[in-house]
């Protein structure tokens, strides 16, 4: 696609549920990239593919988070057992490190809210 | 020590004046550097990239890196209220492409 699509845009969910987060990046950007944005934060980095494999999820919170990019293309992240702690922005993004510039084009976001 | 520093304003300049917003950084193996521009519930985009020390121009833009300093900054000349936004500083970092983001800086361009 033209761009980066998230989906959903909004997410309201109850504590203790799960919740899946989609990501379509940019056709033929190979680096995908999840981030959390909390309201008056930067982005705060959680995981980067390259490919179809995780290359470091160092920021991933607990064990409670997990991503997948089965195929090098689109990628989900799943979050069990929601906290209202998880409740933020979060951003996918994708660019081709290859070409010297790793350049981020981020999607719109998806804003997950835990009650 | 946070990776990425940036002070977290607001910065308040009036139209047409220069403004400059700072960031330093903490891995000294760093090669690359942005500045990403968010406006409020909006993503963030790229408006600046550097790679080598020294200064780099783009329109009303000018993005400063410093390596020994660990240093970098974003001066906007001319500023204009559209230019009211968070300024965030990205770190491309390490052996792999991790991408680090500062705390941001907020700007406000008063008319």
């Known amino acids: 696609g033209a761009g980066v699509s998230q989906t959903p845009s909004n997410k309201v969910t109850e504590k203790g549920k799960y919740v899946e987060l989609r990501c379509d990046p940019i056709?033929?950007?190979?680096?995908l990239y999840w981030y959390r944005q909390s309201l008056g934060q930067g982005p705060e980095f959680l995981i980067y593919f390259q490919g179809t494999g995780a290359a470091d999820d160092s920021g991933l919170p607990n064990d409670r988070f997990f991503a997948v990019r089965p195929e090098g293309s689109v990628s989900t992240l799943k979050i069990q057992r929601t906290e209202r702690g998880d409740s933020a922005v979060y951003l996918c993004?994708?660019?081709?490190?290859?070409?010297?510039?790793?350049?981020?084009?981020f999607g719109a976001g998806s804003r997950l809210t835990v009650l | 020590q946070k990776e990425v520093e940036q002070n977290s304003g607001p910065l308040s300049v009036p139209e047409g004046a220069i403004a400059s917003l700072n960031c330093t950084y903490s891995?000294?193996?760093?090669?690359?550097f942005f500045w990403y521009r968010q406006y409020s519930g909006k993503s963030p985009e790229l408006i600046m990239s550097i790679y080598s020390n020294g200064d780099k121009e783009d329109g009303r833009f000018t993005a400063q890196l410093n390596k020994a300093s660990q240093y970098v900054s974003l001066l906007i000349r001319d500023s204009q209220p559209s230019d009211s936004a968070t300024y965030l500083c990205a770190v491309n970092s390490g052996g792999y492409q991790k991408v680090t983001f500062g705390t941001g800086t907020k700007l406000q361009v008063i008319p």
């Open positions: 993004a994708s660019s081709v490190p290859e070409s010297g510039a790793n350049v981020l084009t």
């Open positions: 891995d000294r193996g760093s090669q690359s």
């Open positions: 056709s033929g950007h190979t680096a």
